[in-house]
Structures are given as C-alpha cells and as structure tokens.
C-alpha cells in the first residue's frame, strides 16, 4: 500500500518502481478547503519579521507552526522571536533525530509556542488540534503549499493558513486560486491591529526523565510518582509520551519546581532516576 497527499509525476514515478499493476484509488474530501481559512497579506518592511509579529500580535495564536524555505531562514526567525520573549524552537533536517523528535513532543505538550521548520514539518506532521499555520516563506510550488497548511484544520476542525507575500509572488496566489477554483486575495499587513503585547508564555514545560519503555516505566508509574512522592496536583501533570529510553512529561509551570525537586529525591518503582526540565 502506498499514500500520498498528492500524486504528482514523481510520486506516481515511485508507484511504477515499487508497485506491479497497482490499482489507484482517489479519496477528496469536499470540506476540506472549507475547513482551513486561508488569509493572505502582502508587507512592505524589508524586515520581515516585524510583520511576522504583527500578525502574531494580532491573531494571538495558541501554537503555531511557521513554515520558512531554509534553515537560515529558520534560525533567523527562531532567533528574532526569542529577542521577543516569544517561545520559539526549530526544526530542519540537520537536526539529529533525537533533537527532532524532543522539539516535536515539546510542541504537542504545549511547552513551545511556535514551531519554525522547514518543509521537514509539512509533510506526516500529526499534531492535534493545530490552530495556525504560517508561510513565512511562501513555498515555490502549489503542491507544498497543499502539505504545509493541512497541518491545521484536520480531522474535521477548523484551522487557520496565513501567508507572508512578496510583490513578486502574486503568480502563485493566482496558481493556487486556479488550483482550488476558490478566489483569493491579498491584503497589506498594515492593516492588522496590534496590540504590542507578545504572546502568553506556554503553560507547561516538559521534563525528561532517564526511563522508558525498555525499563518498564508506564505512564500510571510517572503521574503517581508526581502526585505522591512529589506531592503535586494531577491536574498539574498533562501529556506524557514515552520512548524506549526515556519518558516525557508535561507539567505546569507553576508546578515545575517542585515536581523537579520531588522526582529527584524520591524513586520511580524502586529505582533511582535522573530528571531535568528540557
């Protein structure tokens, strides 16, 4: 079985190689442009990052994913909100997998607010309940524009596509309104209201602990060591995703030191373990 979100020439060309007289089998689903709001606005600053956080000051986003075509591009926007006090972290292809995978399960915990990547988050990036997609960087095909924003609006909920235009891209909007048989239009960012107040920091941060699957560790083992030996509230603790070697654990800010505290002098199934805020 082979899927794709879409099936270009290349695609197909993968098909061919691998399959032997495969039967092909289109699904559309007919809401789904209408699930996805799609806001495109044109700026003039050369500094793009001041209408990035126009639009962020604006939209006041939960999460949000920011789509950028480079790495540079990438850190320099990683960068330009971290001066904001905006919590940001990367993620591009010279990340070692670890690196990649703990930046991934820090934004579904909810201890990151923004996540700038490269087009190696557009595509079998499955997060729940994303509200906002970003391009700040509009990509250089129609089709990868199709992965980034189906990021949001998924499993039939409403999300939101916003696209940063430079005077020389108004081709490709006018591709994509061809594609979608949909009109769409531009607007100048300076037209957003800004309320200059930032983004609420995030609500949890995630803490690591050197145990997982492999050592027998459930997630029942870590929410009682959290609420016992530590002493905290289990409405305190959110997400915990474990891996073979290690466990991670979501828990509010307000919480963080003494479930730090608590995990470090106390055991989990009769084993000491080491824990540290990532």
């Not at 003039?44 to 001041?50: A, G, V």
């Not at 924003?149 to 499993?155: H, K």
Request: aromatic letters at 6%; charged letters at 25%; proline letters at 3%.
């Amino acid at each position: 079985l082979f899927f794709s979100a879409t099936y270009p020439d290349d695609i197909l060309a993968l098909s061919r190689q691998f399959q032997k007289d495969a039967d092909q089998i289109n699904c559309h689903h007919e809401n789904d442009s209408q699930q996805i709001e799609q806001l495109f606005f044109n700026y003039r600053d050369p500094d793009k990052l001041i209408a990035l956080t126009r639009l962020l000051n604006h939209f006041q986003p939960r999460t949000a994913v920011i789509f950028c075509n480079t790495r540079n591009a990438v850190n320099h926007v990683c960068n330009g909100m971290k001066v904001r006090k905006i919590h940001a972290a990367a993620l591009h292809g010279d990340l070692e997998q670890r690196d990649r995978d703990e930046v991934l399960i820090r934004f579904r915990q909810q201890s990151i607010t923004l996540l700038v990547a490269t087009d190696v988050a557009a595509r079998g990036l499955d997060i729940d309940d994303l509200p906002l997609v970003i391009n700040y960087d509009m990509p250089l095909q129609a089709d990868s524009y199709t992965h980034r924003i189906g990021r949001t609006g998924r499993a039939g909920k409403c999300g939101m596509a916003i696209s940063l235009l430079e005077r020389h891209q108004q081709a490709l909007l006018e591709q994509l309104c061809h594609k979608q048989d949909r009109p769409l239009t531009a607007s100048a960012v300076d037209t957003l209201a800004s309320a200059n107040t930032g983004l609420a920091a995030p609500e949890y941060a995630t803490l690591c602990i050197s145990a997982g699957r492999k050592d027998k560790i459930r997630p029942g083992d870590i929410l009682g060591a959290l609420t016992g030996e530590a002493g905290i509230d289990g409405q305190d603790v959110g997400n915990i995703t474990l891996t073979d070697r290690r466990t991670y654990v979501a828990v509010r800010i307000s919480a963080t030191c003494q479930a730090l505290a608590g995990l470090n002098k106390g055991r989990i199934k009769k084993r000491r373990i080491k824990i540290w805020r990532l």
